[in-house]
């Protein structure tokens, strides 16, 4: 597709609005209105400072780190360093690669950080996360409103402003509030898609790149972050941006810049609406302290990239993972599924395989496969890195381990069971060809991680 659009466009390049353009307001308001922006004058100062510490302690600390990603069967570095902090258990999978919650503090669990320091930095994000989950819901249900009584207003930060002061401050709806505006199903689902388990914190000093990106199809300068939808989220759900670039007086904007188009020197976020040419892009500035946020299927139908400024910059970026298939809970339950099928004999001790059904051994060894590749692999492949901040993921990964050690165990079983002679031939073939092409993947899959 990006290759078609390219062709399409040939030399030329597609137009773009900032807020110094006259339309822009009214091209957000027609095609962008599912993206609320805030100024960091809305946010509680106190709020902002605990944040801004908390990224400078984490830097401090070297706990941002560059990701190895795979893009069509390349590897790449990524040219911002990230580090994942949320719900402990959770993980995160973009490109092929998944990162591993540093924990925040949680009720419950026993998290040892590093240093005190660190634990106070992941506090100040889940107490960020809480006020964006409120902020979030607030919007949502403004658009809800907005919809439902096709209120004319005259932009939407305005818009938004004005209905989120008819919430309760824990975001919560009361009875009446509910009965008029939302259903208690719909305000579940409002709940549920708002309800971030984890942050993706970005950190990049443009200055210390020796390459970057230009933008492809509007021209808008260098990109941190190409034009991408986030992924591995729960469906419709939102996505909410802070931002802290760390502006210093040799970078403030270039008043006397008569460019037209952004400011070289601010950081953006750019916006298009997907594979179209026809609808102009967006760039908005994004200075310390602001965020947004992506309402509802905002990030299925548009794209969006980041664009470089010339100052070091943090984001932190709250999303409601989609973790049915990403949490230490689900892979213990997959790890105990399949030694179900595994029998200790009370006298000898000897270890032996209770089925040799087809279906048994096919699930069997697929969960082999996911504990090695998605787990223990993506882990140890990077995974060093996160003791700079804790070691809690140590003991779970352990057991993993431990727990793959007897799935080696069952498929060295399955070879000597189906060799035996008693074994029925017709039995033993279908046994052998699933369990061959669940072999044949893991042999391929342990080449990849090999060369990686």
Known sequence: QKKKLLEELGENRLPYMTPADADFHQLWKTKYSKLIFRRSDTIPEELHQMVQEGFLTLRKH??????????????????VSRILIGNPGCTYKYLNTRLFTV????????????????????????????????????????????????????????????????FMEKGSVSKDQSSCCVSEDD????????????????????????????????????????WHHDENLVERSTVAVYSYSCEGSAVEESNEQKLKGRDPAVWHVGLKVAWDIETPGLAI??????FYLMLDDLNMTHQHCVLAGF?????????VADCSRGTLEYIFGQCELALQNLQTDSESMALSLKSLETAVVKQVEEIHNE?????????????????????????????????????????????SEVGKEEQIEEQRNETLSCFLLVLTERQKLRKEWTAR
Not at 187 to 203: A, D, H, P, V
Not at 213 to 226: C, D, I, R, W
Not at 311 to 319: A, E, G, Y
């Open 62 to 79: 070297d706990c941002f780190f560059q990701d190895l990603v795979r893009i069509k069967g390349k590897d790449f570095v990524t040219p």
């Open 103 to 166: 924990p925040w503090p949680t009720e419950g669990y026993d998290i040892k950080y590093c240093s005190p320091r660190v634990h106070d930095a992941c506090k100040a994000l889940i107490r960020l996360n809480d006020y964006l989950h409120i902020e979030a819901v607030k919007a949502l249900q403004g658009q809800n409103l907005f919809e439902t009584k096709e209120i004319k207003d005259s932009t939407v930060i305005d818009r938004e402003q004005n209905f989120a002061t008819s």
């Open 187 to 226: 305000y579940i689902s409002l709940k549920n898609r708002t309800s971030y388990n984890l942050t993706l914190l970005n950190y990049m000093d443009p200055l210390q790149m020796l390459y970057l990106k230009q933008e492809p199809y509007f021209g808008m300068g260098n990109m941190a972050v190409s």
């Open 285 to 290: 500035p994004l200075h310390q302290g602001d």
């Open 311 to 319: 100052s070091p910059r943090f984001s932190s970026t709250h999303r």
């Open 371 to 415: 504990v090695e590749f998605e787990w223990l692999r993506q882990f140890w492949f990077q995974g060093k890195r996160y003791l700079k901040c804790t070691d809690w993921w140590l003991k779970p990964m352990a057991k993993l381990e431990e727990f793959w050690r007897k799935m080696e165990v069952m498929t060295s079983l399955v070879l």
